[in-house]
């Protein structure tokens, strides 16, 4: 089956404590990305990857690393956590952006993370 | 700066009644367009995108939505809303393959039995 898979779906961590969100896609798409949704905001791209060892940052990266070893997996690193990367974070893959017609983008299920 | 609107963050309406749901965009050159569809709780799901092949472009669920270069918009319709078309809806643009993609800030869609 088709997905992306990112561990963890929920997690609750305190100001300062490095963590790591998992994202790992089995289409062998070149293309993933890092969203960040918050109400009334819609969602903000943090990162993304054309391919591996390849990434470029989004619209609000500042706070967030990745890195794009192996072309399934897109890690999104947050290394001083703050309150204010409370959010709703999704990772997403597709072959490319948005060129060929019949391609889809898939989005994982989602990451709530609270920083206190 | 190149961005997306949705005008209404919030739009109700009544089953099996026209769903229109309005997104702008600001653009000099041709973009892709695409709608997400998010249901409670759920990650998102695209619903229709548009590459320049059409201007009308159908997609998942009844779901369809009009390129028109001159208005530079790009509304989702369906023609007869369900209940189950309850859920938050995004509207999104890029501008070519190697590009961000930049998502408006959605617009919530209720259905009234």
């Known amino acids: 089956e088709a997905q992306v898979t990112q561990n963890p779906r929920y997690l609750i961590t305190v100001t300062g404590k490095k963590l790591t969100v998992t994202c790992s896609q089995n289409?062998?798409?070149?293309?993933m990305s890092w969203y960040r949704q918050d109400p009334g905001l819609g969602l903000r791209q943090i990162y993304y990857?054309?391919?591996?060892?390849?990434?470029d940052k989004g619209d609000v990266p500042e706070g967030y690393k990745v890195s794009r070893k192996e072309k399934r997996n897109f890690p999104l690193i947050l290394e001083s956590p703050s309150p204010n990367q409370t959010s709703l974070y999704f990772c997403?893959?597709?072959?490319?952006?948005?060129?060929?017609?019949?391609?889809?983008?898939?989005f994982g299920p989602g990451t709530r993370l609270l920083v206190l | 700066a190149q961005s997306v609107t949705q005008l209404g963050s919030h739009v109700s309406v009544s089953e099996g009644a026209l769903v229109l749901l309005r997104c702008n965009y600001s653009?000099?050159?041709?973009?892709?367009l695409f709608w997400y569809v998010q249901y409670p709780n759920q990650g998102l799901q695209l619903l229709l995108k548009?590459?320049?092949?059409?201007?009308l472009v159908k997609g998942i669920n009844g779901f369809e939505a009009e390129f028109k270069k001159s208005e530079t918009s790009f509304h989702l319709t369906k023609p007869s809303a369900h209940m189950s078309d309850a859920a938050e809806y995004f509207c999104?643009?890029?501008?070519?393959?190697?590009?961000?993609?930049?998502f408006g800030s959605g617009t919530r869609l209720s259905i009234r039995p």
């Open positions: 997403a893959s597709s072959i490319s952006p948005g060129l060929a017609i019949g391609e889809t983008q898939y």
């Open positions: 289409m062998n798409h070149e293309y």
């Open positions: 990857s054309m391919n591996v060892e390849v990434t």
């Open positions: 653009s000099s050159v041709p973009p892709y």
């Open positions: 548009y590459t320049s092949a059409a201007t």
């Open positions: 999104a643009v890029s501008y070519s393959s190697a590009s961000k993609i930049i």
